[in-house]
């Protein structure tokens, strides 16, 4: 059957987004042109203007995309497991190498965690850029927002007494997966799973290994 304009559409706006993913991760955005990006997608940059109005708007895409698909995905592996520790492992795993099998979110990272680098390069970005820095500071808060919700389920599920508030928690322990990761891409040996998940344990006020 034929497909819809609006399928059409989408299609490009997906090949797009997933040859800029990998483009900017492993070249860098100033280094990589709207036509290259446009080549490398199969499509014309008159497509990617008309879905993005430019490079500055595929990284908003790609920001928002990044966020959603992080949410969505570590909090199917979540789901996945019940000891608490487990939870935990699963949260730093899927923020390391993703929770798509070998790639990370957009699909077109290696298991060496080479989506940190489109990450990095996000960040550098919404830090510098007042538009994107909006977005990103959004898309964090929704982060934070449901990993908040998901610290008061598991009070409740594993009979814990939360050493502070839900939000501020979430917050910490965010910038602690995000921190192991940065460091974990450099030097794996040195930011093990274990020390990782013991650290997020000691956020929530365990001083043993939570089952």
Same mark, same amino acid.
């Not at 790609?62 to 487990?86: F, K, M, P, Q, T």
């Not at 994107?132 to 009979?159: I, K, P, T």
């Given at each position: 059957? +034929? !497909?819809?304009?609006?399928?059409? !559409?989408?299609?490009? !706006?997906?090949?797009?987004?997933? +040859?800029? *993913?990998?483009?900017?991760?492993?070249?860098?955005?100033?280094?990589? *042109? +709207?036509? +290259? @990006?446009?080549?490398?997608?199969?499509?014309?940059?008159?497509?990617?203007?008309?879905?993005?109005?430019?490079?500055? /708007?595929?990284?908003?895409?790609?920001?928002?995309?990044? #966020?959603?698909? =992080?949410? #969505?995905?570590? *909090?199917? @592996?979540?789901?996945?497991?019940?000891?608490?520790?487990? =939870?935990?492992?699963?949260?730093?795993?899927? @923020?390391?190498?993703?929770?798509? /099998?070998?790639?990370?979110?957009?699909?077109?990272?290696?298991?060496?965690?080479?989506?940190?680098?489109?990450?990095?390069?996000?960040?550098?970005?919404?830090?510098?850029?007042?538009?994107?820095?909006?977005? /990103?500071?959004? =898309?964090? /808060? #929704?982060?934070?927002?449901?990993?908040?919700?998901?610290?008061?389920?598991?009070?409740?599920?594993?009979?814990?007494?939360?050493?502070?508030?839900?939000?501020?928690?979430?917050?910490?322990?965010?910038?602690?997966?995000?921190?192991?990761?940065?460091?974990? !891409?450099?030097?794996?040996?040195? @930011?093990?799973?274990?020390?990782?998940?013991?650290?997020?344990? =000691?956020?929530?006020?365990? *001083?043993?290994?939570?089952?």
């Amino acid at each position: 059957m +034929a !497909r819809t304009q609006e399928e059409r !559409r989408a299609e490009t !706006r997906a090949l797009l987004l997933d +040859a800029a *993913s990998d483009l900017f991760a492993h070249k860098g955005f100033h280094a990589t *042109s +709207a036509e +290259a @990006v446009a080549a490398a997608a199969g499509r014309t940059t008159g497509a990617l203007y008309d879905h993005f109005g430019g490079k500055e /708007g595929l990284l908003v895409a790609l920001l928002e995309r990044w #966020v959603e698909r =992080r949410i #969505v995905d570590i *909090s199917e @592996v979540i789901e996945g497991v019940d000891a608490l520790g487990d =939870r935990l492992g699963a949260m730093w795993e899927g @923020v390391v190498v993703g929770t798509n /099998g070998a790639n990370g979110p957009d699909g077109a990272d290696g298991p060496d965690g080479e989506w940190l680098l489109l990450e990095i390069e996000l960040w550098l970005h919404a830090v510098r850029d007042p538009e994107l820095g909006m977005v /990103g500071a959004e =898309r964090f /808060g #929704v982060m934070r927002d449901g990993l908040a919700g998901a610290l008061v389920e598991w009070a409740e599920r594993y009979d814990l007494e939360l050493p502070a508030g839900e939000a501020e928690l979430a917050t910490q322990l965010i910038g602690l997966l995000l921190g192991a990761a940065f460091q974990h !891409r450099l030097d794996p040996a040195a @930011v093990p799973q274990a020390a990782v998940v013991d650290g997020l344990q =000691r956020l929530l006020g365990l *001083s043993a290994p939570a089952t």
